[in-house]
C-alpha cells in the first residue's frame, strides 16, 4: 500500500534552549594509560558508562530511593541544562590479547557535551536516566564529514555512513514528530533536539538507545553508539479499594537496610568490529596453512576503522555470517576487553542491568569460580579460551535469578544458570557471590541454531569479579536471596500490601505485585485478526514476508486492537523486534510441534521459561513458530518491525508498521494519520 513519505532530511537550523528540568552531570571513568603497551590488569577494571541523569524535582517515594539511583533534585533552574550528544569521529584505543598491545582505532561515537572523550573507553555512550511522567529532551549534533554523493543504487544497500538518528530501544512513547521517530535523517552538520514525553504509567527498567538510520545502523551501533536509558522507578504496589493490589515498581523493593537502592551494575556488552586495511582498501588478515582466514590484523601504525563498501554494490565488508569469528575480535563490557569487575562482597545482592548491544555475537553469560592461581591476562587467542575455562573456571555456574527482561519485570523471578542473550536484549539480573575469591564471567559455548551468526560458538572469557569478603553462604542460595528480598518487603513495603508482596516471594519467588503490564488472555483478542512475520533470506535479499524493505509499504495496525502475531523464519535465525508496542510470549513450537517455551530444549536453554513473559525482541529460529500477543495502545504513527542482526536490517529486513485511528466499524481511519 502506497502512503505519504516523511521527510528524508532536516535541515540546519538553531536549537532554541527549552527550559525543563534536565541537567549534565559528567563523570570520567577509568584514568588514560600512557603508551600502546597493556600495563597490570588495574588498567582494565570496569566501570560505569558517563552518567547524564535527568535531574528533577524529588517525586513520590523515598529520596534516599531517587539518590542512590543518580535522580536528584536541581538547586535552581538556571542549573538546569538539557543533555547534548555530539556525533564524531573520535581516535581512541582498544585493547587486543592477541599483541597484548592497544590497537589504534578511528570510529564514529556519541560524546557528552562539554566531557573529554577517555582515550581507553571512548566508544561507549553516556548513560540517560529519567523517571516515569519526565520530558526528556536530548540534541544530536551530527558534526561527521558531509557525504554529498551517499545515494545508493538501492535502498537497502548500506549507505549515508556518516548520516544518522536516534531510537530509544524499548521505550513506550509516541514514534512521531521529534519523539522516537526512526524515519528522519539528521545529515552532517545538522543538529536536531528528540522530545521524550514518557508517560506516568511507564514502566521503570532497563532500556538503551542507538542510531537507527536505514542502511548505516549496524555500522554505528558497531563503532560503539549505544547507551544505556535507565528508568528509575519509585512507586511501590497499593492496595486499592476492591482489595486489588495495584503493581509498582521492583526497585522500590530492591533496597538496603539503608534505603539505598542494592549494588547496581551497568553491564553493556558490545562487538566493536573495527578492521585495517591495506593499501589496495583489503582488510588485513592472518591465515593458517590452509589459506583459511583466522584473525584481523593491525599493525603498530594502522588505525582500526569500520567503513562500508559502495562502489561494488555488495553493502559491507565487515559483517556477515562468519565474520566476527573470522575476527578475532573480544566482545567488550563497558567499552573494556576482558575487564575485571571490582568492589563486589560476599553474600551482598547486586543488580545486574545486562544489555547486549552487540550486532553479531550471541552471549550465553554465565558466572564461575575461578581458580586461585588462573591467570586471565595469559589468554592471547580466542581459540585459547575453551581449554583454559575448562582448567580454570571447572566449578558449577552460579545462579542469576532473573527479575525483568527487556526492562520488564517478571510476575516470577526466574533462576537462570545460563542466560543468553541475543543483540538487542536486556536482562536484569539479582546476583550473590556466595565467598570471597575470583569469579570468571564467561560467553558459554552455543550451537549454530541457536546463534545470530548462525555458526556454534565456543566458551569464551568475558572477564572476572574480584569479590572481597563479607557474609559466606553457605547451602542454599535461593534461600538466602529469598530471606533478603523478604527482609526488603518487610521494611519498605507499604503495610496493607506488606504481607502480600513477603508471601508471594515464599511461594518460589513470584512478584506479581511489580509485574508492568495485565495478561493478555484469549477473550482479550480482537475477533477474527492476527498477524503473521517471515523472515527470509533467498536470492540475495534479506525480506520480510517475502519482499525486502520499501519505505512506501506500511503494515496497518489500528489503535485499540489486541492481537496474536505468528513469528516464522525461513532461512537462519533472526531477533524479531518491534518498536513502541512490547509484546507477550504465549508459546514456541519446535519443528516438531512440541512447545519449548517452558522448559527449553536441553542443548539450548533459550526458550525456557519465556512463557508469559514480556519482551520487546526475541530470537526466531528457522523452522520454529513463536506466538505473542500485543496491545496497540495509546500510540498512533509510524514505526518498524525489524531482524535485531543490524546489517540484515540495513539491508531489507525491516517493515514499517502504521497504526491508525479505528473508523467506528473496525476498519482504519486512513486520514488520521
Known amino acids: 500500500m502506497h502512503r505519504r513519505s516523511l521527510p528524508s532530511l532536516l535541515s540546519a537550523h538553531p536549537l532554541p534552549r527549552l527550559t525543563g528540568a534536565l541537567a549534565l552531570a559528567l563523570a570520567t571513568v577509568a584514568p588514560a594509560m600512557a603508551g600502546d603497551v597493556a600495563g597490570s590488569s588495574t588498567d582494565r577494571i570496569v566501570s560505569d558508562p558517563v552518567l547524564v541523569p535527568m535531574y528533577r524535582a524529588l517525586r513520590a517515594g523515598s529520596p534516599n530511593l531517587l539518590q542512590s539511583t543518580g535522580l536528584q533534585a ?53 548513560t540517560l536516566r529519567a523517571t516515569p511522567g519526565d520530558t526528556v529532551r536530548i540534541t544530536i549534533d551530527n558534526q561527521l564529514k558531509p557525504e554529498p554523493d551517499c545515494k545508493p543504487p538501492n535502498i537497502n544497500t548500506p549507505h549515508c555512513f556518516n548520516s544518522t538518528n536516534l531510537h530509544s530501544h524499548g521505550l513506550w512513547i509516541s514514534p512521531t514528530g521529534n519523539s522516537d521517530n526512526v524515519l528522519i535523517t539528521i545529515r552532517p552538520k545538522v543538529a536536531f533536539e528528540y522530545e521524550y514525553n514518557i508517560p506516568a504509567t511507564h514502566p521503570a527498567g532497563t532500556f538503551w538507545y542507538h542510531p537507527h538510520l536505514h542502511g548505516s545502523t549496524a555500522l554505528q551501533v558497531s563503532s560503539g553508539m549505544a547507551g544505556a536509558l535507565i528508568i528509575n522507578g519509585a512507586r511501590p504496589p497499593v492496595r486499592q479499594p476492591d482489595g486489588k493490589v495495584k503493581t509498582g515498581d521492583i526497585d522500590t523493593l530492591l533496597r538496603s ?17 573495527y578492521a585495517c586495511r591495506d593499501a589496495d582498501g583489503q582488510i588485513k588478515v592472518k591465515k593458517n596453512a590452509a589459506g583459511e582466514v583466522i584473525a584481523w590484523v593491525c599493525d603498530p601504525n594502522d588505525v582500526g576503522t569500520i567503513e562500508g563498501v559502495l562502489g561494488s554494490g555488495t553493502g559491507y565488508d565487515q559483517f556477515g555470517p562468519s565474520s566476527w569469528a573470522q575476527s578475532g575480535r573480544y566482545t567488550s563490557i563497558n567499552g573494556k576487553i576482558m575487564p575485571m569487575f571490582e568492589d563486589a562482597v560476599a553474600g551482598q545482592v547486586e543488580r545486574w542491568r545486562n544489555i547486549h548491544a552487540g550486532v553479531r555475537n550471541t552471549i550465553n553469560l554465565q558466572f564461575r569460580p575461578m581458580r586461585a592461581s588462573a591467570n586471565p591476562l595469559s589468554l592471547t587467542s580466542i581459540a585459547q579460551h575453551d581449554k583454559w575455562i575448562a582448567q580454570n573456571c571447572a566449578a558449577a555456574p552460579l545462579p542469576q535469578w532473573e527479575i525483568a527482561s527487556d526492562g520488564l519485570t517478571h510476575g516470577q523471578i526466574i533462576r537462570k544458570d545460563q ?34 551468526g548462525n555458526l556454534a560458538e565456543s566458551r569464551q572469557l568475558l572477564g572476572v569479579v574480584r569479590v572481597s569478603g ?38 518460589d519467588l513470584r512478584t506479581e505485585a511489580f509485574v508492568p503490564h495485565a495478561t493478555i488472555t484469549e477473550a482479550e483478542l480482537t475477533p477474527h485478526s492476527g498477524q503473521h512475520v517471515e523472515f527470509n533470506i533467498a536470492g540475495g535479499q534479506f525480506m520480510v514476508d517475502g519482499k525486502p524493505y520499501s519505505p512506501d509499504d506500511a503494515r496497518e495496525l489500528i489503535l485499540g486492537q489486541v492481537e496474536e502475531w505468528t513469528l516464522t523464519s525461513l532461512a537462519g535465525s533472526h531477533p524479531f523486534h518491534i518498536h513502541v508496542n512490547p509484546f507477550q510470549v504465549v508459546k514456541i513450537l519446535n519443528p516438531q510441534g512440541v512447545d519449548v517455551s517452558v522448559t527449553g530444549e536441553a542443548d539450548d536453554p533459550q526458550y525456557a521459561n519465556l512463557k508469559g513473559t514480556w519482551k520487546d525482541t526475541l530470537f526466531v529460529k528457522q523452522g520454529y513458530k513463536l506466538f505473542v500477543r500485543t496491545r496497540y495502545e495509546r500510540y498512533i504513527g509510524e514505526y518498524v518491525l525489524h531482524c535485531h542482526i543490524l546489517d540484515h536490517e540495513d539491508q531489507g529486513m525491516m517493515q514499517n508498521v502504521q497504526v491508525l485511528l479505528p473508523d467506528g466499524t473496525g476498519g482504519a481511519a486512513h486520514g488520521h494519520h
Open 419 to 452: 542466560n543468553v542473550l541475543q543483540p538487542g536484549y536486556r536482562s536484569d539480573v539479582l546476583m550473590v557471590f556466595p565467598t570471597a575469591g575470583t569469579y570468571c564471567v564467561i560467553d558459554a559455548a552455543a550451537k549454530a541454531n541457536a546463534t545470530v
Open 74 to 126: 536541581a538547586a535552581t533552574d538556571d542549573a538546569d541544562k538539557d543533555p547534548k550528544l555530539n556525533v564524531r569521529l573520535t581516535e581512541g584505543r582498544i585493547f587486543n590479547p592477541a599483541t597484548q598491545r592497544y590497537d589504534r582505532v578511528s570510529l564514529r561515537s556519541y560524546v557528552a557535551e562539554g566531557a573529554a572523550p577517555n582515550p581507553l573507553t571512548p566508544f561507549v555512550a553516556p
Open 470 to 507: 563479607g557474609q559466606t553462604v553457605t547451602g542454599d542460595l535461593q534461600a538466602y536471596l529469598t530471606r533478603q528480598l523478604q527482609i526488603a518487603a518487610q521494611r519498605w513495603m507499604p503495610a496493607d500490601v506488606k504481607q502480600t508482596v513477603t508471601e508471594d516471594l515464599a511461594r
Open 257 to 273: 537496610d539503608t534505603g539505598a537502592a542494592f549494588k547496581e551494575r551497568l553491564v553493556l556488552f558490545q562487538q566493536v568490529q
